[in-house]
């Protein structure tokens, strides 16, 4: 791979060409509203840890070891991928409706077992101690204590057992209708041209991969948005929004909702050190395999002699130990 002159690095930031802002109000409102996180040049890697708890070096390596995943280094196959995140570009797709409400449905199903039949194993105990105390009296509280601890708690752990297993079920053997994405993709940030593309309407095949947006990555700020949770608390997500057209991306797609502003802010931190071609990628255990494929990863490694295995082999206590560092350089710098 090789960098087009288009590729983005932090200076292009300054010179942007004045133009008027197009923006609505109702733009504003849903795309541009929340704070303002200025463009910076990180060289520290920074990253959110989300990101470093669903890739442990047991995950890296059995990845890697799947004969499936060996075709995904073909450049030609990647072309076509509806998602992706590699020296690349990083490509997002959205699920189809009927794709996310059996994620819905798995998702309850999940916390039903996990959560919702605990508290009902313990009101059962509780009112079955309430059933002997009243049960020589006959009265109705009695009753219902009895029916409660013999109906209602495998009915309802049945229903959540169906609901779970009901749905991997449908998405092992047959995923074309539990689970699916939409005809295109949404939209991609490539590091090879420095460009931010959205597509026009990837819900329809007619439309799929057709280019609404073509836009350079130094003309988009970021914002640190928040909305309540139902508690009240704020849950944070991040918005990347081009200064002068109405063109967004919802990078909640990729980095998620999180209660911690901590979190986004390395999103976004990340974000711009991905795109920097003056930069090597992310030092990060997902973007491992990647470096050797990217000029300028591939030229700092060899320089400061890094081993190209340095994640994938490392064992569990080790990993463990850059993790809890990780997370206390992350707080050292965004809270303190």
Not at 108 to 119: D, E, H, L, M, N
Not at 136 to 152: D, E, P, Q
Request: charged letters at 25%; a neutral charge; proline letters at 8%.
């Amino acid at each position: 791979m090789t960098y087009a002159p288009s590729a983005y690095t932090p200076d292009q930031v300054q010179r942007r060409s004045p133009r008027e802002c197009l923006h609505s109000h109702k733009f504003k409102l849903f795309a541009a509203s929340g704070r303002h996180l200025p463009h910076r040049h990180p060289t520290v890697d920074m990253s959110p840890m989300h990101d470093w708890r669903h890739n442990t070096p047991e995950q890296l390596r059995a990845r890697e070891a799947d004969p499936e995943m060996a075709k995904y280094h073909d450049s030609e196959c990647r072309q076509d991928l509806l998602g992706r995140w590699d020296e690349e570009c990083l490509r997002y797709t959205r699920p189809t409706k009927k794709a996310f409400l059996f994620g819905l449905i798995h998702g309850v199903g999940v916390v039903g077992i996990f959560a919702i039949t605990p508290i009902v194993t313990l009101a059962t105990t509780a009112l079955a101690f309430l059933e002997a105390s009243n049960a020589r009296h006959g009265s109705f509280l009695s009753n219902f204590a009895s029916f409660w601890g013999w109906i209602i708690p495998p009915v309802t752990l049945l229903a959540f057992l169906a609901a779970w297993g009901g749905v991997r079920l449908l998405q092992k053997f047959a995923p074309n209708i539990a689970s699916g994405a939409q005809s295109g993709p949404a939209w991609e940030l490539n590091r090879r041209t420095g460009e931010v593309i959205v597509f026009a309407n990837p819900r329809k095949k007619s439309t799929a991969w057709q280019v609404g947006h073509r836009l350079p990555f130094n003309e988009f700020d970021c914002y640190l948005q928040s909305t309540p949770t139902p508690q009240g608390l704020p849950q944070y997500h991040l918005s990347l929004v081009h200064y002068a057209e109405e063109v967004h991306v919802r990078l909640a797609d990729v980095f998620g909702s999180t209660t911690s502003h901590v979190e986004q802010r390395a999103a976004w931190d990340m974000l711009q050190r991905y795109m920097d071609s003056s930069q090597p990628l992310p030092d990060i255990p997902m973007m491992e395999p990647d470096r050797p494929r990217d000029p300028a990863s591939r030229e700092h490694d060899q320089r400061t002699g890094r081993n190209p295995r340095f994640w994938r082999d490392m064992d569990d206590d080790t990993y463990e130990r850059h993790v809890s560092e990780h997370q206390g350089k992350l707080n050292a710098f965004y809270r303190g």
